[in-house]
């Protein structure tokens, strides 16, 4: 399975971006779609996670940016989206999507919570 991120950017502001993540390769396996963040200058270990979109359709938010962010999926197209609005100097940073397995589609079987990174696409906002 791969990640590809994309629609980061330079925004004011207050401004709105719409970051896409794109999930290629075959899985016999469902999985959930996470949106991370990483502050550049920083280590993994302080990535913060953002939200968290299962394969119904189901997502939750990180306080800091409830309100603010709508995450969506696309299981046709294995897409994964985020929509922000209303963004803030503190929203700069990397965007990272991830894929974690859940179970497997035919025998309903857990695959493990095996997770997939995309390299992320960097989201600069200038106040």
């Known amino acids: 399975v791969q990640l590809v991120e994309s629609g980061g950017g330079l925004v004011q502001a207050g401004g709105s971006l719409r970051l896409s993540c794109a999930v290629s390769g075959s899985s016999h396996c469902y999985y959930d779609m996470q949106w991370y963040r990483q502050v550049p200058g920083k280590g993994r270990e302080a990535r913060e996670f953002?939200?968290?979109?299962?394969?119904?359709?189901?997502?939750k938010y990180a306080d800091s940016v409830r309100g603010r962010f709508t995450a969506s999926r696309d299981n046709a197209k294995n897409a994964l989206y985020l929509q922000m609005n209303s963004l803030k100097s503190e929203d700069t940073a990397m965007y990272y999507c991830?894929?974690?397995?859940?179970?497997?589609?035919?025998?309903?079987?857990?695959?493990?919570?095996?997770?997939?990174w995309g390299k992320g696409t960097l989201v600069n906002i200038s106040s």
């Open positions: 953002v939200s968290g979109t299962d394969t119904d359709g189901n997502t």
């Open positions: 991830a894929a974690i397995t859940t179970i497997n589609k035919i025998s309903g079987l857990s695959c493990g919570g095996i997770d997939y």
